[in-house]
């Protein structure tokens, strides 16, 4: 490669890393407001799951709707993914468990552009799919969970799951598929410890209901629904915002790598270039001589 090479392949890198950075930099941004959107709501999680472990523990589960088992002949599975690409191997994991379901019993609901092509792309039964904003409210994630609630309620699905990229850190997260319906169990903290002794009532609960639990239980379940998809979707814009920064700032980090190589090298080039010339002038000179 001669050196007009070198210095146009080592623009072109640069080039690449200034637009890599700026990537970074929005994904940054987005990364922090999300982040702190999915970890607001976790204080409340965990005392609305303990509200819902204690409730469940005196109520028969064949009296709601939501809680009745049923032999599995169709699952729904909400697929969340991201819009954009370029967040490393996040999507790819995700479609990676996709691919392990059965597609004979399993029908899909997705957010995100990228879960959209995925499946359609691989003929799975896609049988609606909702808009991922880069700020989603409650209201725009309950229609997605009340449209789910009516195919199960409605017995068109036996199992309701949920297959999203769980955000850990911004380092790190985990791909997680959670079953939302029947509920079974509560997902985030699991059945209650009295952590309070003081806190407790005289019969022992931490918790008095009225008018009873059954009543108050069957107020809270679809609430809870609401509530389990809404922070499912924030994990998983912060958990696609982080991998993107990371991709992106590994992408500048090469780019910066490989336009010192070059540089080095064309530098080498191009003292061997001027070693040749001076080498040939001096011979001249001396065959002149």
């Given at each position: 490669?001669?050196?007009?090479?070198?210095?146009?392949?080592?623009?072109?890198?640069?080039?690449?890393?200034?637009?890599?950075?700026?990537?970074?930099?929005?994904?940054?941004?987005?990364?922090?407001?999300?982040?702190?959107?999915?970890?607001?709501?976790?204080?409340?999680?965990?005392?609305?799951?303990?509200?819902?472990?204690?409730?469940?523990?005196?109520?028969?589960?064949?009296?709601?709707?939501?809680?009745?088992?049923?032999?599995?002949?169709?699952?729904?599975?909400?697929?969340?993914?991201?819009?954009?690409?370029?967040?490393?191997?996040?999507?790819?994991?995700?479609?990676?468990?996709?691919?392990?379901?059965?597609?004979?019993?399993?029908?899909?609901?997705?957010?995100?552009?990228?879960?959209?092509?995925?499946?359609?792309?691989?003929?799975?039964?896609?049988?609606?799919?909702?808009?991922?904003?880069?700020?989603?409210?409650?209201?725009?994630?309950?229609?997605?969970?009340?449209?789910?609630?009516?195919?199960?309620?409605?017995?068109?699905?036996?199992?309701?799951?949920?297959?999203?990229?769980?955000?850990?850190?911004?380092?790190?997260?985990?791909?997680?598929?959670?079953?939302?319906?029947?509920?079974?169990?509560?997902?985030?903290?699991?059945?209650?410890?009295?952590?309070?002794?003081?806190?407790?009532?005289?019969?022992?609960?931490?918790?008095?209901?009225?008018?009873?639990?059954?009543?108050?239980?069957?107020?809270?379940?679809?609430?809870?629904?609401?509530?389990?998809?809404?922070?499912?979707?924030?994990?998983?814009?912060?958990?696609?915002?982080?991998a993107r920064m990371v991709a992106m700032?590994?992408?500048?980090?090469?780019?910066?790598?490989?336009?010192?190589?070059?540089?080095?090298?064309?530098?080498?080039?191009?003292?061997?270039?001027?070693?040749?010339?001076?080498?040939?002038?001096?011979?001249?000179?001396?065959?002149?001589?």
């Open positions: 490669m001669n050196t007009r090479d070198l210095r146009r392949r080592i623009k072109s890198i640069k080039n690449t890393a200034q637009i890599t950075k700026a990537m970074q930099m929005v994904a940054a941004s987005k990364m922090r407001k999300a982040q702190d959107a999915a970890t607001a709501g976790h204080p409340y999680a965990r005392v609305l799951n303990r509200v819902l472990a204690r409730l469940s523990e005196g109520v028969d589960p064949d009296t709601h709707p939501l809680l009745a088992k049923r032999e599995v002949h169709k699952e729904l599975v909400l697929l969340l993914s991201t819009n954009k690409g370029l967040c490393g191997a996040l999507n790819a994991n995700l479609f990676r468990e996709v691919m392990l379901l059965d597609a004979a019993k399993t029908d899909f609901v997705a957010m995100g552009k990228k879960g959209v092509q995925f499946l359609s792309r691989m003929k799975r039964n896609l049988i609606a799919e909702f808009p991922l904003s880069d700020a989603p409210s409650f209201l725009q994630t309950k229609t997605v969970s009340k449209f789910l609630i009516e195919k199960f309620t409605s017995a068109e699905v036996d199992k309701v799951s949920v297959l999203f990229p769980r955000f850990i850190n911004t380092l790190t997260h985990q791909t997680t598929k959670i079953t939302l319906l029947p509920l079974s169990g509560y997902h985030r903290e699991g059945k209650m410890l009295v952590e309070d002794p003081a806190a407790t009532t005289q019969n022992g609960n931490l918790f008095l209901f009225e008018p009873s639990p059954t009543q108050v239980l069957n107020a809270i379940l679809p609430y809870y629904i609401h509530f389990e998809v809404y922070q499912m979707v924030l994990d998983d814009r912060a958990a696609g915002h982080s700032k590994n992408a500048t980090d090469n780019a910066k790598k490989l336009a010192k190589e070059l540089t080095l090298e064309y530098n080498k080039a191009r003292q061997a270039a001027i070693t040749t010339e001076l080498i040939e002038i001096s011979t001249a000179q001396l065959a002149v001589e």
